[in-house]
């Protein structure tokens, strides 16, 4: 008996309970606010994901990431095949993924029948599209055609220009002991030193002219390698040219010790400070017939001189040098600014000072503009980097557009709203390509252009010197 009374009380006191709750007001659910185009992109929930619209311009395509299954299962080299691999995209395409993705949306789409279709599409562009666009995209814009115009002589050497100008010409002479060397029975020194003359000879008598020996002291053995190193001397001050003591400071020394070649540099640096660009053209000629033996850096005192206040120009002459020392002072003379040439003997040698613009009749029929190689190799590269543009876009497109069909064929859309997801694919699709195309063409106006200039150029300056040369 008191057990049923217990068991009356409890039910009693759960009554009271229940009437307490119902008197407490319901909580007000607020309706869902419409939104327009211009607010915030409504999106699909997933699970706990949210389905982000999906792009509408270009701008926005270049920069979708990856579609979730795309992300997961195609590896980014299949999705970009070019063209002429395309059976490497097809393959995989038909035998893997096609299954995978007919699957995989179904589901969703039978779980969420009444999206509109903006949402399908937004849906099976987030699962679908290509995440690849942009890096493609960047290597396009930033494509450069590489067309050089080539160095055309035009007949005049620096000394020439400088007829016009007030100008310095310092020539650095390497004494070094290599320089005692015979070519046809005579010293490179005794050589050089000729050619160095009929050239001095040639200036004008308004041109300063100034000459260092280097490396002329010590006899070229590891004990004297300091004092050799040193020895870097004006022998003929920065002047008007004078016949007797020019040639008097030519027989002042001999090829004797190491090449302290940068050290040279860096006292033409000095000895040319005082003379800025903006009155001065500052011209160094360098005749060497190796490679740096002093432990500096002939590259950076080189870049030094040149990139200087007084803009010196590094030009440098390989007397008979090998193939280490031509490629040093090669390298040398590029960070001068300058040009290098070498020479074998004594007429090579008056040819590259006096005349060395000058070109040969050889040098004029061989001259050509853009060559049809390197026609071929820009018109490759430009379509090596468009084509997987391209097929990235279609493929996305045709992804989306076979999956439509095949939710639709399983009636799980409609045909109206299948059909619509398909034209808004292909009209997205279109519009990529429509842009891309229209790049590509840019870019390969862009190289007809240099092209034409190029060969117009080319062609001019044969024409005048096959008029000159036939002359002479």
């Avoid at 060397?181 to 020194?189: C, F, L, V």
């Avoid at 008007?240 to 190491?258: E, I, L, P, T, V």
């Avoid at 009636?411 to 990529?432: F, P, Q, W």
């Amino acid at each position: 008996m008191k057990l049923k009374n217990y068991k009356f009380a409890l039910a009693l006191i759960g009554c009271f309970m229940l009437a307490a709750c119902s008197d407490k007001p319901e909580p007000e659910v607020k309706p869902e606010e419409s939104s327009s185009s211009e607010e915030k992109p409504k999106t699909v929930a997933v699970a706990d994901e949210q389905i982000p619209k999906a792009a509408r311009t270009v701008e926005e395509m270049l920069t979708q990431p990856a579609g979730k299954l795309v992300g997961a299962h195609m590896n980014p080299d299949v999705e970009a095949a070019r063209t002429v691999n395309w059976v490497t995209y097809h393959r995989f395409y038909e035998d893997t993924f096609k299954g995978i993705m007919e699957k995989e949306l179904a589901t969703y789409f039978e779980e969420h029948p009444d999206l509109s279709v903006d949402e399908i599409y937004d849906y099976l562009v987030y699962q679908l599209g290509s995440g690849q666009y942009s890096t493609f995209y960047d290597q396009l814009t930033s494509y450069a055609h590489g067309y050089v115009m080539p160095e055309l002589p035009e007949g005049e050497d620096e000394i020439e220009i400088a007829k016009r100008q007030k100008t310095n010409v310092v020539i650095l002479m390497d004494a070094s002991g290599s320089m005692k060397a015979e070519i046809g029975g005579e010293s490179r020194m005794a050589l050089a030193k000729q050619a160095i003359e009929d050239f001095t000879k040639q200036l004008p008598d308004d041109v300063n002219v100034s000459l260092f020996a280097y490396g002329h002291k010590g006899a070229g053995t590891a004990a004297d390698k300091q004092l050799s190193c040193s020895s870097i001397e004006e022998l003929y001050p920065l002047g008007a040219y004078n016949a007797d003591s020019f040639r008097k400071a030519m027989d002042s020394f001999q090829a004797s010790g190491w090449t302290p070649l940068a050290g040279a540099m860096e006292m033409a640096h000095e000895y040319l400070s005082s003379y800025d660009k903006e009155q001065f053209r500052n011209i160094v000629y360098i005749v060497s017939d190796g490679v740096e033996t002093c432990d500096g850096n002939p590259v950076a005192a080189a870049k030094k001189l040149h990139d200087s206040e007084i803009e010196a120009r590094v030009n440098i002459i390989g007397f008979d040098v090998d193939d280490e020392g031509q490629n040093q002072l090669k390298t040398v003379a590029e960070a001068g600014g300058g040009e290098y040439a070498t020479v074998r003997n004594p007429s090579e040698f008056e040819g590259v000072l006096i005349k060395k613009w000058k070109p040969s009749m050889m040098q004029v029929m061989s001259q050509q503009g853009v060559q049809l190689h390197d026609l071929v190799h820009q018109q490759e590269a430009l379509i090596a980097i468009h084509d997987p543009l391209k097929n990235l876009s279609d493929r996305e497109t045709t992804r989306i557009s076979n999956a439509a069909y095949e939710l639709k064929n399983k009636k799980i859309l409609d045909d109206k709203r299948a059909y619509e997801v398909i034209d808004l694919a292909k009209e997205m699709g279109a519009l990529r390509s429509a842009h891309f195309n229209e790049l590509k063409e840019q870019k390969s106006e862009e190289a007809k252009q240099a092209r034409d200039e190029i060969d117009a150029k080319v062609n001019a300056w044969k024409e005048k010197w096959y008029a000159e040369l036939e002359d002479e």
